[in-house]
């Protein structure tokens, strides 16, 4: 199902992203604030990500899943292949993901892959396809009820046009596509105090 050159590049692929998230997930960094304020910024997993691609090789899924997993979620994934979709599975398994963090679903028709995009239970969408397909994606994906999710393309470093300006895969900016940002900002001011000894010297 991969090449020796695509197996290569996977693992280039999956080596950024466990760099980049001990650099940076679960650190909570400070930010710039005004005195007697401060602000802290922190990356948290969206929750569940549907994992998709169009292609009828493996190497578009396995990075995603791997950022994806990276990245603390769990996923569900779409192959076309069923065989391809098996492969997937085990070779995470046997790479030791846990089980429960990685299913891979029925390869069918796209009428019921939409359907499994519309569920607002997945956090995000992340897809590797042609524009014409991500843009079926898309459509669904607005029309359907609950938050607003991103669809995430596929877009690897190569890639001669990227029109829309989507990071791609191995981007430090990928990784970010696959968290939340959480700003929490805290008053450190004495309750009650007299504001104005802030602005002494």
């Known amino acids: 199902f991969l090449t020796e050159r695509q197996a290569n590049s996977a693992s280039d692929y999956l080596n950024v992203f466990a760099a980049q998230c001990e650099a940076e997930l679960g650190e909570v960094s400070c930010l710039p604030g005004p005195t007697g304020e401060r602000n802290e910024l922190s990356l948290h997993p969206r929750g569940v990500v549907l994992c998709i ?34 492969y997937l599975e085990s ?17 069918s028709g796209d009428a019921e892959l939409l359907d499994v995009v519309a569920d607002s239970r997945f ?16 459509v669904r994906l607005a029309a359907s009820d609950g938050a607003i999710r991103p669809l995430i393309p ?28 959480r700003v929490l900002s805290i008053d450190t001011t004495a309750s009650g105090g007299n504001a104005g000894l802030f602005s002494l010297d």
């Open 53 to 86: 691609t169009q292609d009828s090789t493996a190497f578009d899924l396995i990075v995603q899943i791997g950022v994806a997993l990276a990245a603390g979620n769990s996923v569900l994934f779409w192959h076309p292949v069923e065989r391809v979709g098996a």
């Open 123 to 138: 956090g995000a969408i992340s897809c590797a396809g042609q524009l014409s397909e991500r843009r079926q994606i898309a």
């Open 91 to 107: 070779l995470f398994v046997t790479a030791g993901v846990p089980v429960a963090a990685l299913i891979g679903l029925p390869a």
């Open 154 to 181: 596929f877009v690897q470093l190569d890639a001669a046009h990227n029109l829309r300006g989507d990071p791609p895969a191995g981007s430090p900016r990928y990784l970010h596509r696959f968290v939340l940002e």
